[in-house]
């Protein structure tokens, strides 16, 4: 049996995981409400549930090493396996990647419990790093790279979207550093 996951995309469904009789009219409703966890829970509400622990959702952000730098934020429960398909070494990956291959990661965001929360999130980074003006270069000393300059204003980014959301449950990593 499969379950919708919204109204707005009936399209689209999941996996049944905690199967209800279908005799129960609400059936459908309670499902959806026992998937759901809100961002502020910690696992520990699972322990006792029939529904086995999901995979922690990720956001990160990649990095290309050619020219033209650029940079993608995205979604995965797997991050080293969508790095993989960024790169083109698996099937998979995002179109908009295809150009800037090979791809490092620079910073990875955990503990997100479910997809909402990790969509939700990626989409304000995106939206913050769009919205930052990027700084000018003032002189020469301070002069830097065009990927330190693109870390620099997602990390700027990534700093507001902290200051708009509760996130004080996620860990933060990053693997390239910036000033």
Same mark, same amino acid.
């Given at each position: 049996?499969?379950?919708?996951?919204?109204?707005?995309?009936?399209?689209?469904?999941?996996?049944?995981?905690?199967?209800?009789?279908?005799?129960?009219?609400?059936?459908?409703?309670?499902?959806?409400?026992?998937?759901?966890?809100?961002?502020?829970?910690?696992?520990?509400?699972?322990? !006792?549930? +029939? #529904?086995?622990?999901?995979?922690?959702? =990720?956001?990160?952000?990649?990095?290309?090493?050619?020219?033209? &730098?650029? @940079?993608?934020?995205?979604?995965?429960?797997?991050?080293?396996?969508?790095?993989?398909?960024? !790169?083109? +070494? #698996?099937?998979?990956?995002?179109?908009? =990647?295809?150009?800037?291959?090979?791809?490092?990661?620079?910073? &990875?965001? @955990?503990?997100?419990?479910?997809?909402?929360?990790?969509?939700?999130?990626?989409?304000?980074?995106?939206?913050?790093?769009?919205?930052?003006?990027?700084?000018?270069?003032?002189?020469?000393?301070?002069?830097?790279?065009?990927?330190?300059?693109?870390?620099?204003?997602?990390?700027?980014?990534?700093?507001?979207?902290?200051?708009?959301?509760?996130?004080?449950?996620?860990?933060?990593?990053?693997?390239?550093?910036?000033?």
């Amino acid at each position: 049996m499969m379950r919708l996951i919204s109204g707005t995309f009936p399209s689209v469904k999941l996996r049944d995981y905690n199967p209800i009789s279908k005799k129960s009219p609400n059936s459908i409703k309670s499902k959806t409400c026992k998937t759901q966890v809100p961002i502020s829970s910690s696992s520990s509400s699972h322990e !006792n549930s +029939e #529904i086995p622990n999901p995979k922690l959702w =990720s956001v990160y952000l990649i990095l290309s090493t050619n020219e033209p &730098i650029k @940079t993608y934020v995205g979604i995965t429960t797997d991050f080293a396996r969508r790095l993989k398909q960024h !790169n083109g +070494e #698996i099937k998979g990956g995002a179109k908009a =990647s295809s150009a800037g291959r090979p791809w490092v990661c620079a910073c &990875i965001i @955990t503990g997100f419990t479910c997809l909402r929360q990790a969509s939700s999130f990626e989409s304000k980074w995106k939206i913050f790093t769009r919205k930052l003006p990027r700084r000018r270069k003032k002189d020469k000393e301070e002069e830097m790279s065009q990927s330190e300059a693109l870390l620099q204003h997602r990390r700027r980014a990534l700093d507001k979207v902290h200051d708009s959301l509760e996130c004080s449950h996620l860990e933060t990593d990053w693997k390239i550093a910036t000033r």
